[in-house]
Nanobody
Framework: EVQLVESGGGLVQPGGSLRLSCTAS????????MSWVRQAPGKGPEWVST???????SYADSVKGRFTISRDNTENTLYLQMNSLKAEDTAVYFCVRGSDLSPSSPRGQGTQVTVSS
């Protein structure tokens, strides 16, 4: 059974930082692209970032230069380092297996990130 469990969300002030983690199990993690997707209140899902098995990351323009995606294939863990956070980054962040972000792609339960003073 594929399982993805996110952690690391919370409340942070504008300009602050958070590091999200996603622990994966039930599939060969090291062979898959992995992605982060976020969903703000009242909005549809928004792609944030994707990383290849070898660690090449790609980013949405809205987070480029502020967020860094990484992975530890020995620990089956995906990360998202978020710096210079803005109010508009407030959303539930989901870890998704693969780069196909259709609703059928396995994802975790999400972790809430709130950026507010």
């Amino acid at each position: 059974e594929v399982q993805l469990v996110e952690s690391g969300g919370g409340l942070v002030q504008p300009g602050g930082s958070l590091r999200l983690s996603c622990t994966a199990s039930g599939f060969p993690f090291s062979t898959y692209d992995m992605s982060w997707v976020r969903q703000a209140p009242g909005k549809g899902p928004e792609w944030v970032s994707t990383i290849t098995p070898r660690g090449r990351g790609s980013y949405a323009d809205s987070v480029k230069g502020r967020f860094t995606i990484s992975r530890d294939n020995t620990e089956n863990t995906l990360y998202l380092q978020m710096n210079s956070l803005k109010a508009e980054d407030t959303a539930v962040y989901f870890c998704v297996r693969g780069s196909d972000l259709s609703p059928s792609s396995p994802r975790g339960q999400g972790t809430q990130v709130t950026v507010s003073s």
